[in-house]
């Protein structure tokens, strides 16, 4: 059962006051619910506009994306923005290369936020946010604020924070991006096990052959339009 189908999604920015320039030139492709996808490509190829237009972050400019959450149908056209902001904090978990995390908050103040912004109750968060900094090995970190983390550190509070809401989709945009080598064998090793144990549907973009390599299909982006698929289970090449 597909979870996301975007069909024909273009995208362009404009760059200056005349001209826009296309990111994303036609594309289409159908996420099974619990699949895990690598996105990979060079710098400007489409990936992190491609993944923040499925996140609900962003607007295409035509075509259209339909969403199955939790036996519901939605189609992003017909949402308002509101509506788009209540989905992605309800269903998507985001992790990102430079973690934006909140400065002035805890390590666990941070995991709580996208929670209280749903509206639980300031001590159920605080009790789930400790579940989740136990989950992740950050039990000892919970009081420091983020700049008194390592990068790995701050990782695995920004995963904590994905997980807060029980999403069904999580979408990480070059997660593994700005860590040192044994930083990003223990953060991919977590994500894995965290993704498995929950059965989540996994969105990864990513320059790394690596991380690329733990997904079952990677997804290929070259100039705005998908270049090439292989499921890393068959081995077969579209």
Do not use: W
Request: hydrophobic share 40%.
């Amino acid at each position: 059962m597909s979870i996301i189908t975007a069909d024909s999604i273009v995208k362009s920015y404009s760059m200056h006051a005349e001209n826009d320039t296309p990111v994303l030139k036609g594309i289409s492709l159908s996420i099974q619910r619990g699949e895990f996808i690598a996105f990979m490509g060079p710098s400007g190829a489409g990936k992190s506009t491609l993944l923040h237009i499925l996140g609900l972050l962003d607007s295409p400019d035509g075509g259209t994306l339909h969403y199955e959450l939790s036996g519901e149908t939605f189609t992003h056209d017909a949402l308002k923005k509101h509506k788009s902001a209540e989905l992605r904090n309800r269903y998507i978990g985001f992790i990102f290369q430079f973690h934006h995390l909140l400065p002035e908050f805890t390590a666990l103040e941070n995991i709580m936020m996208p929670a209280l912004i749903a509206g639980m109750s300031m001590s159920k968060a605080r009790s789930k946010a400790l579940s989740l900094a136990e989950k992740v090995g950050m039990m000892h970190r919970c009081e420091h604020r983020p700049s008194e983390l390592s990068g790995g550190e701050q990782q695995r509070i920004a995963i904590a924070r994905a997980l807060m809401n029980d999403p069904e989709i999580i979408i990480a945009d070059e997660p593994t991006g700005n860590l040192d080598s044994a930083n990003t064998i223990s953060v991919l090793q977590l994500i894995r096990s965290i993704r498995q144990e929950r059965s989540l549907t996994l969105l990864i973009a990513t320059h790394s052959m690596d991380v690329a390599r733990m997904a079952e299909r990677i997804i290929t982006l070259r100039d705005g339009v998908i270049s090439s698929e292989v499921n890393t289970q068959s081995g077969a090449t579209q």
